[in-house]
């Protein structure tokens, strides 16, 4: 039978396959806040279910955190591997939120039909395009094509403690001829992309500690030092006025990007004010020497995640508090090594202190940035697949976004990855709001069926 | 009958009084947060019946927002009018509670007995110290001292929204001969003080909005400004490298002291080193030509109270928050003006703010501070009557701490005010396990009967 025909079952399935992506966003499973363990494990068992009923030997595998999905099919052909990930970021701010972050519900928008809901894009949205493919490519041939291996993991959005260490112990099972991830997103609305780029991330979350308790602004404003005026002191001396990060180092390992991709990239109808505008912004605040796009796809950052000390409730309490918090992250480019970023940070916020304080430093990890080698034929025939789904040129990109994995899986398993996705720059990911289009399902899901054709 | 007997009485009655006081502290009046609006209810009902025990016409008189307590006894000889607030502070953080901050406690420490728990020293026990004198007064004497009005608020801790009205409306009821504020401490543990200067207070809360929504800092980090990053820009250059607030003007308003003052001031015992020692710091960090006591006393400050945005709990979210949060106080001093300083910090901050962001100020308010005149006679009675009570010459000191009372008292009424205390520098007042000496308790119920003998 042919492709057209699983093209014409995954159209005909939409509204059941809209149905179980709806039933696996109920489930809060944020892998951040340990209050929602037991929702991680569900989804993890939601997925194993699933992935069983179309042919899958697939298994909750467990980790010192939330387990991994693990599900293998077919015996002959090339061996692909496919990478997703079932846990969610938390839903703060809630009160921004038009409805219940996981009361999921189709709406009608002025740009098209969504799907609303913590996770629709983020990720389980693009993750279920893979298996709803592999779904209809089953009820149509009775098999599947060639080798595929679906592997889930359940801590992205949270550091990915368990990742590296259950790669090394099953490499054997999970080495593959290639990896496909589907957790990024198009160029824009009408172009289909596969990310060859990646900034890494480094963090830390600190402490800065002044008095033995929290002092009466009346009794000790003055001669007791409070914690929060230095590390908004420190903190606002992290960038200068051109928007560079001041850490000494910072940019000793940044290399100047090649001029075929920067001529590429300049190439691409990127909507420098309309990227912006979206958001309510107009004037980029990265590096000034740097267009936006490269901001974000080639160049470092430090930004402040969160902040907090003192008193943040109703009204006003007047104290000088014991302490004050800041997590902060760097997006990493090209040969940046997150240690030696976390180390150059955390000895440039020290030489800074002022006396009588200290600080504390905790959950300091990061990963590298990624580059892919698209000299693989599979890049182009890649492309091609996705250029006839949408009917434009599918092209190559870099993305601001640090998914680990990708430089994982070359690193410890020796295979390349490509990362195609179907997310849009609107869908309020990490946000209030998150939505993922309909047309982004339905049409990820004849993707991948096409991908699959030309890959195997 | 004599002063002795009255003090006798309060001798043998002190259990009974620490039974009274431990039960108002059960009760937790916590005025800036509407969830215990009953229980600042509770508090003002629980005095008026404990009053009207002792002979006073006592009522619960309504305002906008917490009740007024007033309470009239006596018809001839002069008019004292007793101060006191039944409000208490939040008890945020709570976890730095040794105990249930509303579950008090008698505690014997290598310091004496004291006891513990929120309002202890800040207001309530203060407050009691007068009721406790006229409930033995009355029992030895069978009446009151001449004319005693006792007036207590329940928003001292939230600003005191209702009570400069409150004054206005009645000021027939409450003007007086002279008022007594129970609100303030010895000037060190064995030296009885009142209180002839104290600081004012200015403050304002604070949101800067950047982008229209949360963003992903993989996808916007770089371009889009972090509302985080331009309030710790700012915030962070509102002190110079010598401690002095930057905010144009700050200074204008500011009265160098009066050299007979200052020398006062430089002969007291004051243990500089000590005072920051006990809660673990040793730097003064205002003004570095000042010592701390005139940093205290006489000096204007700027402290951050609160700060907040992003994503605040456990783990991680690389986040672009839409919306960073602040709390300011400045503590005024002479003839600064609330007003004209907010006006000046709001302006200061906004010329800083980049393009694109915007900031909304809230809970814009403040009070002068206040100088007493000591000329009345009735301060050298009452310091006669401490350094009697205590066998150590009583002082005239400052007060870091804003009591905006005893300005009104004056403006409002044409009243003098004189702020007699019995807290100490280690009760930490608004801060967790708070504390009152035993020993403050029972001399000062001793110490205002020995000053009612005097004034009346």
Chains 1, 2 share one sequence.
């Not at 997925?47 to 387990?67: N, Y």
């Not at 596969?194 to 600190?206: C, D, Q, S, Y």
């Not at 796009?293 to 995640?305: F, V």
């Amino acid at each position: 039978m042919s492709l057209q025909t699983v093209l014409d079952t995954i159209d005909q399935s939409l509204p059941e396959a809209t149905d179980r992506l709806l039933d696996l966003l109920r489930i809060p499973s944020i892998s951040t806040d340990p209050a929602f363990k037991g929702d991680c494990d569900r989804a993890a068992d939601w997925l194993v279910e699933d992935l069983k009923t179309i042919g899958f030997e697939a298994a909750k595998r467990p980790t010192p955190g939330h387990p991994m999905v693990v599900a293998h099919a077919g015996t002959e052909g090339p061996h692909i591997l496919f990478y997703g990930h079932y846990d969610v970021q938390p839903v703060d701010p809630l009160n921004l939120w038009h409805r219940e972050p996981f009361d999921p519900q189709i709406e009608d928008t002025a740009k098209g039909r969504v799907i609303r809901g913590r996770g629709s894009a983020d990720d389980k949205g693009q993750l279920m395009t893979f298996i709803e493919a592999c779904r209809a490519w089953k009820a149509v041939h009775g098999t599947l094509p060639g080798r595929i291996t679906i592997f889930l993991e359940g801590e992205e959005e949270s550091g990915s403690p368990s990742l590296i260490p259950f790669m090394r112990a099953h490499a054997e099972e999970l080495r593959s001829d290639i990896a496909l991830i589907c957790d990024t997103g198009m160029f824009d609305a009408r172009t289909p992309a596969i990310v060859t780029m990646l900034r890494g991330l480094a963090k830390v979350e600190l402490t800065v500690h002044a008095a033995n308790k929290d002092l009466h602004s009346g009794m000790f404003g003055g001669p007791a030092m409070n914690p929060i005026r230095v590390l908004t002191k420190i903190l606002g001396g992290l960038h200068d006025d051109k928007g560079r990060v001041t850490v000494p180092g910072f940019y000793d390992d940044v290399e100047e990007l090649p001029d075929a991709i920067r001529q590429q990239w300049q190439s691409l109808p990127f909507d420098h004010a309309g990227f912006l505008g979206d958001v309510d912004l107009s004037v980029p605040a990265g590096e000034v020497d740097r267009t936006p796009l490269e901001q974000i796809w080639s160049r470092p950052t430090a930004e402040i995640n969160g902040i907090w000390g003192g008193y943040t409730g109703a009204g006003f309490k007047t104290v000088l508090p014991a302490e004050a918090h800041a997590k902060i992250s760097f997006r990493l480019v090209s040969k940046m090594d997150p240690d030696k970023i976390n180390a150059a940070f955390q000895s440039w916020f020290e030489a800074q202190l002022p006396a009588d304080c200290t600080v504390e430093f905790k959950d300091v990890n990061g990963s590298p940035a990624s580059v892919m080698e698209i000299g693989d034929p599979a890049f182009e025939k890649a492309r091609a697949a996705l250029s006839e789904e949408w009917g434009t040129e599918a092209a190559y990109v870099g993305a601001g976004g640090s998914i680990p994995i990708a430089g994982y899986f070359k690193e410890i398993l020796g295979m390349d990855a490509m990362l195609i996705g179907f997310g849009r720059d609107d869908d309020q990911m990490h946000s209030p709001n998150e939505k993922y289009d309909m047309e982004s399902f339905h049409k990820g899901i004849r993707s991948w069926a096409r991908v699959l054709e030309k890959l195997t």
